[in-house]
């Protein structure tokens, strides 16, 4: 993300001395993208960034998938996933992976308890806060996460999610293999969101200052990549990561709120790449928001029938009403997953019913995926087998 920002106290030239009040020096670490060539920020600590004590396996929340066959369109619904004793769960030890590839992986929690310190070394994640508020920590300074914010954590950023409120603080977790950003074509050649872009750099809000914290032989959970996929370590350092006393930079966690998308329409349907919101490798990220729908005299709101022929397309159902899928068990906090090879689209009857309507009420995040998506855990605990049959009305021995 190319938009410069600064915090703290930083010298005024880059990699030169940069004293504590008590003579010593700072210990400057660059923190950036593609191997010096891509966005990067500066951070100046206390204690030194390399340094560790300790270095144990951590085994990760289970993070098997398998293949969709017989390949057919799923209704997971993540409600059910979220614990009864939720107070006691956290948001990253306690996420369940719902489905996955070998570019993007999507969990679920609901959570109520302090997450320990972790830190992605895998890619950057994107976590939609579908309700409940939380502070999140990070070697950058604190984010404050409110329903309908989107988080983004870029790869390998120290940070702990802190619930704040009576209810569970429930995230939609898009863990990405690469980075995540906005599309390209919102963007300048210098990197400014354009004005045909649904939103602008005041949405965007990032930490307003440091958050400086002392500690030592202090643990960090890294998740990071091994021979054979996604594996963990726990680390301990002896100073606590969080003791940035500045930085600057076009590399930091954000938040941008749903609410602030401005929704582009037009006489006619319109596709789903206007409602892109986010890029990452080999998948995009869209978000369908409260909205005027198709103004021509004779126009279908609802989307037409449409086969995915390079992606499958997984849609988070997080409020309103989706009026395609009235009829089909879906709703709030419904999952579904419709895979390249089917054809998918309204249910019977949602095309009637659109007709003459000017306005939709609904609030859903989707992830297109360019590689299959498999089934995680939670996925398989999740799902409603009644789904895929619910366009003819009937199912197998029927």
């Avoid at 209810?167 to 050649?189: D, Q, W």
């Avoid at 301990?236 to 969080?242: C, I, M, R, S």
Wanted: proline share 8%; aromatic share 10%.
């Amino acid at each position: 993300m190319a938009f410069y920002r600064r915090l703290g106290d930083v010298p005024p030239k880059r990699h030169t001395q940069h004293r504590t009040a008590a003579g010593g020096l700072h210990h400057e670490e660059l923190m950036g993208e593609e191997g010096f060539s891509s966005d990067s920020s500066l951070l100046y600590h206390s204690g030194v960034p390399s340094a560790i004590v300790d270095a144990t396996a951590w085994e990760l929340p289970d993070q098997s998938t398998r293949e969709n066959r017989p390949l057919v369109p799923r209704h997971l619904q993540l409600h059910r996933l979220a614990s009864e004793d939720w107070k006691a769960v956290d948001a990253v030890t306690g996420r369940r992976l719902v489905l996955g590839n070998g570019d993007v992986r999507i969990s679920y929690v609901a959570a109520g308890e302090s997450s320990p310190l972790y830190r992605n070394a895998v890619g950057d994640e994107c976590v939609y806060v579908e309700s409940g508020t939380a502070t999140v920590e990070t070697v950058f300074g604190v984010l404050n996460a409110v329903q309908g914010d989107y988080v983004l954590l870029p790869r390998a950023t120290t940070h702990r999610w802190v619930p704040t409120g009576s209810e569970p603080v429930r995230l939609y977790v898009i863990e990405a293999n690469s980075h995540i950003a906005p599309p390209k074509r919102y963007l300048s050649r210098y990197g400014q969101l354009l004005e045909h872009a649904p939103y602008c750099e005041r949405d965007l809000h990032g930490p307003t200052e440091p958050l400086v914290v002392e500690g030592t032989d202090v643990e960090v959970l890294v998740k990071h990549r091994g021979s054979r996929g996604v594996v963990g370590t726990r680390y301990v350092v002896p100073t606590h990561p969080f003791d940035v006393v500045g930085w600057d930079g076009c590399l930091y966690p954000y938040t941008f709120n749903i609410a602030d998308f401005e929704p582009i329409t037009g006489r006619v349907h319109q596709p789903p790449p206007v409602h892109q919101v986010f890029e990452g490798q080999n998948f995009v990220i869209c978000n369908f928001v409260p909205r005027k729908v198709d103004y021509h005299p004779l126009a279908v709101p609802v989307p037409y029938y449409h086969a995915n022929v390079d992606s499958d397309e997984v849609m988070f159902y997080c409020g309103g009403s989706y009026e395609a899928r009235k009829g089909s068990g879906i709703g709030q906090g419904s999952v579904s997953l419709h895979p390249g090879g089917h054809s998918h689209g309204p249910q019977p009857g949602a095309i009637e019913r659109s007709l003459g309507v000017e306005f939709f009420d609904e609030l859903a995040v989707m992830v297109d995926t360019f590689r299959p998506m498999e089934l995680g855990e939670g996925g398989i605990a999740a799902e409603d087998d009644a789904y895929a049959w619910t366009w003819a009305g009937r199912g197998p021995g029927s």
